[in-house]
């Protein structure tokens, strides 16, 4: 119903969403039948609807670019690195010989970075966000600011304490803490915006499953790590309750909480 309800709003821009429907499709197929490696299947899901929107509106790219490296890769240096300290999930072949830290895959990088980039893309495209421009508020320091701090503790702590990166149930703990937390507080102060997190939160999740399930049999990442609270089984293919939870389902409205926030004006404006 979701989907109806953003394709019934769309105001001329319903055969874009019928492309950002169609692309998951055939990254899903591609990545079966070739058995891509992970970096092409990260374009195929993301990269190639990121250009598509790019290319029909150039004016959304710069605010969204920047936004998505300031966001994903500070964020990763700190929650990649441990989730791979604490086996909570892990890529086991790269095709870069480099890891961060000798423990985290560039992957993972590439991954958080273009999935930030399309979800501000289509954020701010389906719901005509760009009209404000692409001035990014200085509050965005203090995104960088927190940043920082938990890089800086990361950093610290693995040169001198290692024990001080392992968290028991880290997925859950990282979670509630980076994206549960930071979604209820901002909805309880503008819960005007529920419905369009929803929309897009929606969309998302299906693209994520998707991509998830076909990761999993060609076997582009794993969960080595016992620290779960459950664990979902669909045909076979098992995963973290987590990563239904926090992953598939919140982190993308949760994301956008950050985006409006930090970065654009936490105002409402209709198409």
Request: with cysteine; charged share 15%; proline share 5%.
């Amino acid at each position: 119903m979701r989907v109806i309800n953003l394709y019934k709003n769309m105001k001329g821009k319903k055969v874009d969403l019928m492309m950002m429907i169609l692309f998951p499709v055939v990254a899903t197929i591609t990545t079966l039948v070739l058995r891509t490696n992970l970096l092409i299947s990260i374009f195929l899901y993301f990269g190639v609807p990121s250009l598509y929107i790019v290319l029909k509106n150039p004016k959304i790219m710069k605010k969204s670019i920047v936004f998505a490296f300031v966001f994903s890769i500070p964020l990763s240096l700190f929650v990649d690195n441990l989730a791979a300290v604490n086996g909570a999930w892990e890529v086991p072949e790269s095709l870069f010989p480099v890891k961060f830290f000798g423990i985290a895959t560039v992957e993972v990088y590439f991954f958080g970075l273009m999935w930030v980039f399309l979800t501000i893309l289509m954020y701010e495209y389906f719901f005509d966000r760009h009209k404000h421009g692409n001035r990014i508020p200085t509050r965005i320091k203090y995104l960088l600011y927190i940043f920082s701090l938990l890089i800086f503790f990361v950093t610290i702590a693995f040169f001198t304490k290692k024990s001080w990166l392992l968290i028991p149930y880290y997925y859950l703990f990282v979670g509630v803490i980076f994206v549960i937390a930071p979604l209820i507080v901002f909805l309880y102060y503008h819960p005007e915006f529920m419905s369009r997190f929803v929309d897009i939160g929606f969309f998302f999740f299906f693209v994520l499953l998707a991509f998830e399930l076909t990761a999993l049999e060609v076997g582009q990442w794993i969960f080595p790590g016992r620290d779960f609270i459950g664990f979902v089984d669909i045909k076979g293919y098992r995963f973290p309750i987590e990563e239904l939870f926090i992953w598939m389902i919140a982190a993308t409205p949760s994301l956008l909480c950050y985006y409006e926030y930090f970065a654009d004006d936490t105002k409402l404006t209709d198409n």
